[in-house]
C-alpha cells in the first residue's frame, strides 16, 4: 500500500546533541511537510518541500533544517535539540498545492530530549 | 485568536450518543478538510470539502460545509468507542496557500 513512513517512531537525544529524523513516502507525492505538534496541540508547520524547492516557515527556528534529497526521501535535522523540541513530529505529503491540499500524514517520531 | 476555532475542545460522551463539532472562522476558505488523529499516531484525512453548502456523508460521520464556505460541522451518530480521538479541521485560504489547522476536539466516547 501507498504510503507515508517514519523512522523512527520514538526518538531520545541529549540536550545539544544533532538528532535527524526521516520519512520516505511511496505516493510520488510533489510535496512534502514538517509539522511539530505538542501534547494536545494542532501540528505547526515548520517547512515544507515543493520537489526540490525548500520553503521556511518565518517562525521556525534556525535549529531546524531539512534536506530532500529525491522525491522520496525527506530529513528533518534538530541542530541543538533544546527541552522545548521534545514533541512529535509529524512528516506529511501532497501531490501538489492545488486548492483542496488533502495532505497525507506518516505515524509520527515522538522526540524526547533528556 | 486561530483563524479556525473549533469547539467545543474536549467531549466526554457515552457510546450510542450523538455528537456534533464546529470548525469556525471570519475567512472564506477555498477548501476544508477533517482529520481523526489517534494517540501516537499521525492524522488520517476523513474528508474534503469544496462546494458552499456541501454535504458528505462517511458512514456514521456527516460533514457539512457552510454555504459562506467560513465554517464546517462534524455530526456523529451513535458514537462508537473507535471514534475516540483528536479530530482537527483544516482549511485552504486560497490556491497556492498552505494548510491552517485548528485547534483540535478531543473525543472520548465511554462504553
Known amino acids: 500500500d501507498a504510503m507515508v513512513i517514519q523512522n523512527p517512531r520514538y526518538q531520545v537525544t541529549q540536550f545539544g546533541k544533532p538528532v535527524t529524523l526521516s520519512c520516505s513516502q511511496t505516493?510520488?507525492?510533489?510535496?512534502m511537510y514538517w509539522y511539530q505538534q505538542k501534547s494536545s496541540q494542532a501540528p505547526k508547520l515548520l517547512f515544507h518541500?515543493?520537489?526540490?524547492?525548500?520553503?521556511n516557515e518565518a517562525d521556525t527556528p534556525d535549529n531546524f533544517q531539512s534536506r530532500r534529497p529525491n522525491t522520496s526521501f525527506c530529513f528533518l535535522d534538530i541542530r541543538s535539540p533544546g527541552l522545548g523540541d521534545a514533541a512529535m513530529y509529524l512528516c506529511a505529503t501532497s501531490r501538489d498545492p492545488g486548492a483542496t491540499y488533502e495532505q497525507y500524514f506518516g505515524p509520527g517520531t515522538r522526540l524526547t530530549v533528556t | 485568536t486561530q483563524l479556525l476555532e473549533q469547539s467545543p475542545q474536549f467531549l466526554s460522551i457515552q457510546e450510542g450518543e450523538n455528537l456534533t463539532v464546529y470548525c469556525n472562522s471570519s475567512s472564506v476558505f477555498s477548501s476544508l478538510q477533517w482529520y481523526r488523529q489517534e494517540p501516537g499516531e499521525g492524522p488520517v484525512l476523513l474528508v474534503t470539502?469544496?462546494?458552499?453548502?456541501e454535504v458528505k456523508k462517511l458512514k456514521r460521520l456527516t460533514f457539512q460545509f457552510g454555504d459562506a464556505r467560513k465554517d464546517s460541522s462534524l455530526h456523529i451518530t451513535a458514537a462508537q468507542t473507535g471514534d475516540t480521538g483528536l479530530y482537527l479541521c483544516?482549511?485552504?485560504?486560497?490556491?497556492?496557500?498552505?494548510?491552517?489547522f485548528g485547534g483540535g476536539t478531543r473525543l472520548m466516547v465511554k462504553p
Open positions: 470539502v469544496v462546494t458552499g453548502g
Open positions: 518541500y515543493y520537489d526540490k524547492d525548500f520553503n
Open positions: 505516493l510520488n507525492h510533489n510535496v
Open positions: 483544516a482549511g485552504v485560504l486560497n490556491a497556492g496557500n498552505m494548510l491552517t
